[in-house]
Every structure is written in structure tokens, then in C-alpha cells.
């Protein structure tokens, strides 16, 4: 396949960042799945690789090389229609267009129709259709030898099944020489099908040799290093490098992209044989530090011919190739990318500026290491150790606090809302808790509220602080009063929410990263916020111990109620492989109001910095400026208009009280 797209591939324009003749040697890390479609035995190839490197081009070259030299019934299976459409106008046809001998083949101006040169690609001997795997019907309608799964891990689970199983089975016409090839970049360790899907593979990472001392070294991000400033402190990604871990020599970018051409794949999984488990890296990492002859050929054999190459591991005693090749797994990371935009500077600053945030840390491994992320969900956090670390403030409005949002829960008798201040990198204080009694539906639980959201919160040199944004539920039996509640005040950024629903087992942003449905006051819907990244990132916030990025501050006005309820979630799985799904769910018998309070706060601030809010430079002017000189204290001329007082009967109906003492009592 390799010699076929150098051949005869051209890369159009537009399709990337450079077009004309295709060379594999340009993307030597791809020449390995290449091969592998054409290795004899392999059935299934996963490619479970970084973004950006090689997953497009080995659906693009499978289909070409079979279009042209061993044609057969082939499929594209996208997450949804929409995207298959996509694919096929931006990708497949432009490929078509632009490689000779795939344009004399593919289609005619006799039999095309708008029906089937989007969907359906015809040429002597076979065909490539390509679907939405929502489509559980288009996947069983024919027989196919290859079929080409891309993006698996944005597949949603239909009543049928996975897409995957249902578009396997399809392959049984072709058992001798069918191919099923997944591909995509992983999500969430224990979540991501992609990763399910490599685990059962022989599992081929690649190796490079260094150029100082010819030792083969399996990149990793352990292997990349950087300076940092003579305070010890400040770090310098702009020097980020490779080291050799067998000699020591740092690599320039040249020797970097010189390595490249030494891409070699090897198996790696685990297995047994003559009595004992060997783990393949294990063997070499020993061997190589023994300096006792070939350590590569000690661990693997290698196996090439025109169509195929790769080491295949062995056993330490027999010496028999002891993990079979019929489901070949690729797993790379951007090391091995060849592009300038993937080089270890730009890879370590991206880490760096991933730290302390979680939402940051999983795309920085999922897309760059190509490695599923761990969540932190601060398992081991207490009570005790919230109560213990509660802090007294001087004010208010704590130092380091750049704006204030509220998160508001409705239940059916009262109204529990958190006021949040934000600082730095999400770094949060709980300025107030405040529960209203009464019906949502009743005028004077509103108009309380309503006077409640016009307070201002004073720091400790008097600057006013005021609400910026406030979400509130929408969920519970007072839908129609909350909504227009919401829709009365969108000018002052009261926004309604609901939660997203987690049937499908995947976790949205907080906030909608497409711009939300028309929220007039002619029609007005909720934002649908993502619940499940939120409590991610409350819980993995409440397990820091230390002051900075993120972490959560509470006074000593705090109860341990509160506490009791930011705590009583659990997150557990469902389901069992690639159908697991992630959901966080509340301990029996425990209220967790709390935690939606902080939930619908948090999503607030989502929602400004959605619509341009930069946190970090407001938090520098607003906290920067605070340490020369104080800011103006409120006045009557700048302290906004305080809503209309609620009627002597509203009054008599309606009871505000303190976090939960009142509660406590029932």
C-alpha cells in the first residue's frame, strides 16, 4: 500500500497543509497501519493515535489501493450522517478528483444522481458507501470486506448496538480476507472505545533510533525535557528537547526528524507462555540497561517482505512468536509527528499550560500523547479535611476575587443559591449560601430572589462587587415560573438551565460550545449544560490541598452540611467494554443541593467566558490594581436600583434564612 499511494496518491489542494504527490516517507509513522492492511493474517486494525497524524490518510489510502488493485464492497462509518457527508464532499472526492487513476474509475457521468455521489461511490468490482453510524440500518444492509470506522469513540449506542459489532457482522460474507479498521483518538481511560479496541490488539508501539548512539528508544513525554530559570522555578518550554535515555545526548529538531525515518512497530502485549507472563517493554528495558548485546533482538523478531513489516514479540524461553497479529493495534503520539507545529516545544507548552485543570490536562493527553486520561475524581476527599482547612476573611469579598456568579437550585418549597467569587485559573471563594422559603410560583419568593441577585458584596477596601451572571434549574415542577423568570431578566445574564442528559455516556463541555438556541422573550429555551464536567471538575477542585488553580476556598462560616453535600455524589460506570458509560450519581438518603448550587455557578461562569470573558487579565486588573490603591466604595450614585419590595402579603408567605439550619430542624 505504501508504494501504491507513493505512486499514484496526489494530495489535493485544501486537504491539508501541503498538496502534490503524495510520499509516505513525509509520514514515515503511517507506513506501519499501511502495511498492516496487507500483513497476512491481520483481520482488524485499530489506531488508536495522536490528532492531526496519520488516522484520515489510512482510510484514504485503504480505499484507494482496494479501489484500484483488489476491489471489493467497502464502507466509511462516520459518528453521524452529517459528518459522513462531510467526509465524503471535503475528503473522499477531492481525493477521487485528484488522483488519476481513481478518477477513470470511480463513477461515471452516466450513473451519477444526487443520491448516490455523496453516499455512494461505485467502481468496477465493488463500491465505497459511507453512513452515520446512528444509522443502524444502512450498517446491515450489505455485505462488505472492509469497513472503516472513523472517530468510534463519538459513536452514540443505539437500541441495536454498537455500531462497530453491527457493522462487523456485515464481514462474514468475507471471513478469509475481510478488514475492520478502527479509528480514532482516545477519550477517557475505561470509557473510550478506541482504547477497548486497542487492549484487545497486540498492542505495536513505535520506536526510533537516536542518532548519537543507535540506541531505539520508544518516545514518550519522559523523554522530552526543558530547562528552567536560575530562580529554579519558571519554566522555559522554548528549550524542550528530546534526551536519549540510553546515552544522554540531548537531540536537536534535526535529529528529531532524522529518527523519524527509523519508525519501527513493535508488538508490546503481555503474555504467557512456558509457564510465566512476559511484558515485552519490561524485557527491553532490562536488556538494553544490561548493555548485553542486542536488546531489540532479544525481545523481537523482525518480519518483513514487501507487504508487510513489524517485530513480532517472542518468548524469552522458547523463543516462540507468542502474540498473534490477527487484530494489529498502532498507538503514536505527536513525537513522532513530522509537522512543525508538533514539535516538543510546542507539545511542552501545552502541558504547562495544562496544569490544574483538569478539562485542559484530558485534551492535552487524549490529542497530543494519544493516550486515554485518567480522571482525578478526589476519591479521598472529607469533611473533616474541608471543615479543617475553612479560612476567616477579612471581608466579604476576599482578596483575589475578579467577579462574582450565582448558582440557584429550585426544589419545590425553597430556593438554595451559592455566591462564587472567581479569581486566577478558576480559583474560587464561597461568599455566601442563602436559602429562600416559599414556592417558586409565588410573587414574593420571587421578588426575594430577584432582591437577592441585586445585592453588592463589598471587598475589604470597599470595591462593590455585583453579580455578573446567575444560572438557575430549570428541572424541577416550577419549569414555566422559572422560565420566565429567566426570560424577564437575560439583559442582567439570569440564564435558565438543564442539565444534559447522560443516556449517551458522554461528558459535553459546561457550556455549549455551539452558540445556544434563540433566547428571546418570544422564545425562550434553557442552555443545557454539561452536569457530568462540571462535578469532574468540583470534585478534582475539592481534592487540591493547596491554594492556586482552581482550588476552593470556604470560610469558617461554612457548616458541615454543606460540605456533607458537596461530597454526597458518587461517579460510577454502566455498562460493561466500549458500552460503559460515566455518570454521577447521589449516596442513599443524601441531599446534595449544594452541589447544584455549585454546579449552576460554575456553569455561569462558562457562559461569560463563552461570550468573550477573559478570566485571567480581569482578575489582574481587578486583583493587580487592589494592591496599590483601593478601589471606591459603593455609594448610593453607584449601587444599582434595588428591586421593587415585595407586598405585606408576599412578606408574610416568605422566609429567608442562612444556609441550612432551618432544615436541619425538620
Known amino acids: 500500500m505504501p508504494e501504491w499511494a507513493d505512486r499514484n496518491r496526489v494530495k489535493p489542494r485544501g486537504s491539508g497543509s501541503t498538496s502534490g504527490r503524495w510520499r509516505t516517507s513525509d509520514v514515515e509513522i503511517a507506513r506501519g497501519p499501511m502495511l498492516a492492511a496487507t500483513e497476512p493474517g491481520v483481520g482488524t486494525i485499530t489506531a488508536m493515535v495522536a490528532t492531526q497524524l496519520l488516522k484520515t490518510s489510512l482510510i484514504e489510502n485503504v480505499f484507494g489501493f482496494h479501489a484500484d488493485l483488489d476491489p471489493c464492497p467497502m464502507m466509511i462509518v462516520q459518528p ?47 463500491f465505497l458507501a459511507l453512513t452515520g453510524a446512528g444509522s443502524p440500518d444502512n450498517l446491515a444492509r450489505r455485505p462488505l470486506r472492509i469497513i472503516l470506522y472513523d472517530e468510534i469513540d463519538k459513536y452514540v449506542v443505539t437500541r441495536e448496538g454498537l455500531a462497530t459489532d453491527i457493522g462487523d457482522e456485515r464481514l462474514a460474507s468475507f471471513s478469509g480476507n475481510a478488514l475492520s479498521i478502527r479509528c480514532c483518538s482516545p477519550t477517557v481511560k475505561g470509557e473510550s472505545a478506541i482504547e477497548a479496541s486497542w487492549l484487545e490488539s497486540d498492542q505495536r508501539r513505535a520506536s526510533v533510533e537516536c542518532p548519537h548512539c543507535a540506541h531505539r528508544l520508544f518516545l514518550d513525554f519522559r523523554h522530552v525535557r526543558w530547562d528552567r530559570a536560575e530562580d529554579g522555578k519558571t519554566h522555559r518550554p522554548e528549550t524542550a528537547h528530546i534526551l536519549c535515555e540510553a546515552c544522554g545526548c540531548p537531540w536537536t529538531e534535526a535529529d528529531r526528524l532524522r529518527s523519524l525515518v527509523t519508525i519501527r512497530w513493535h508488538q508490546t502485549r503481555r503474555f504467557e507462555c512456558c509457564g510465566e507472563w512476559q511484558a515485552p517493554l519490561d524485557h527491553y528495558e532490562s536488556a538494553w540497561r544490561a548493555y548485553d548485546g542486542d536488546p531489540v533482538g532479544r525481545i523481537w ?13 517472542k518468548c524469552q524461553h522458547c523463543g516462540k512468536w507468542a502474540v498473534p497479529n490477527d487484530h494489529a493495534g498502532f498507538n503514536a503520539s505527536k513525537l513522532f509527528s513530522p509537522w512543525e507545529r508538533d514539535r516538543p516545544v510546542a507539545i511542552a507548552r501545552k502541558w504547562l499550560a ?22 482525578n475524581t478526589g476519591k479521598e476527599v472529607s469533611v473533616d479535611a474541608l471543615t479543617a482547612r475553612c479560612e476567616i476573611w477579612e471581608a466579604q469579598v476576599p482578596d483575589g476575587v475578579a467577579l462574582i456568579t450565582i448558582g440557584i ?4 418549597y425553597r430556593i438554595e443559591m451559592e455566591v462564587v467569587g472567581w479569581g486566577r485559573n478558576e480559583e474560587s471563594w464561597s461568599i455566601d449560601y442563602e436559602v429562600i422559603d416559599g414556592e417558586f410560583s409565588h410573587p414574593g419568593t420571587q421578588a426575594a430572589l430577584d432582591e437577592y441577585l441585586q445585592r453588592i458584596w463589598l471587598r475589604a477596601d470597599g470595591r462593590p462587587f455585583a453579580m455578573r451572571a446567575a444560572c438557575i434549574d430549570t428541572g424541577g415542577h416550577h419549569t414555566d415560573a422559572v422560565y420566565e423568570f429567566a426570560k424577564q431578566r437575560l439583559g442582567r445574564k439570569v440564564w435558565g438551565i438543564k442539565g444534559e442528559s447522560a443516556r449517551t455516556g458522554f461528558t459535553n463541555p459546561v457550556w455549549p460550545i455551539k452558540r ?70 447521589a449516596k442513599a438518603g443524601r441531599a446534595n443541593e449544594a452541589l447544584d448550587c455549585r454546579v449552576y455557578a460554575y456553569a455561569a461562569l462558562h457562559g461569560l467566558m463563552h461570550m468573550g470573558l477573559k478570566l485571567n487579565k480581569l482578575a489582574d486588573d481587578v486583583c ?16 444599582p436600583a434595588a428591586a421593587p419590595a415585595p407586598t405585606t402579603a408576599a412578606k408574610a408567605d416568605t422566609k429567608r434564612r442562612p444556609g441550612f439550619t432551618r432544615r436541619l430542624a425538620r
Do not use: C
Open 301 to 313: 523478531d523482525w518480519w518483513s517482505a514487501d507487504r508487510w513489516a513489524v517485530y513480532r514479540a
Open 80 to 126: 453521524k450522517d452529517d459528518a459522513a457527508e462531510q467526509f465524503s464532499k471535503e475528503r473522499v472526492a477531492p481525493f477521487i478528483a485528484a488522483t488519476p487513476v481513481l478518477r477513470r474509475i470511480v463513477g461515471s457521468a452516466k450513473t451519477r444522481s444526487g443520491d448516490d455521489t455523496i453516499f455512494y461511490k461505485a467502481f468496477p468490482g465493488g
Open 409 to 412: 437550585d429550585v426544589q419545590d
Open 354 to 375: 495544562a496544569q490544574g485543570f483538569e478539562d485542559r490536562l484530558q485534551p492535552w493527553w487524549n490529542t497530543q500523547m494519544a493516550l486515554p486520561y485518567r480522571r
Open 624 to 639: 493587580g490594581a487592589y494592591l496599590g490603591q483601593a478601589a471606591p466604595a459603593v455609594t448610593q450614585a453607584t449601587a
Open 516 to 585: 445556544p438556541s434563540s433566547r428571546t422573550k418570544k422564545t425562550y429555551r434553557p442552555v443545557v449544560i454539561g452536569v457530568n464536567a462540571a462535578k469532574d471538575f468540583i470534585r478534582f477542585s475539592l481534592a487540591k490541598s493547596e491554594p492556586g488553580p482552581g482550588y476552593m476556598h470556604f470560610s469558617t462560616a461554612t457548616d458541615r452540611v454543606r460540605f456533607d453535600q458537596l461530597l454526597a455524589e458518587d461517579m460510577i460506570y454502566e455498562g460493561h467494554g466500549s458500552q460503559r458509560r460515566r455518570k454521577w450519581v
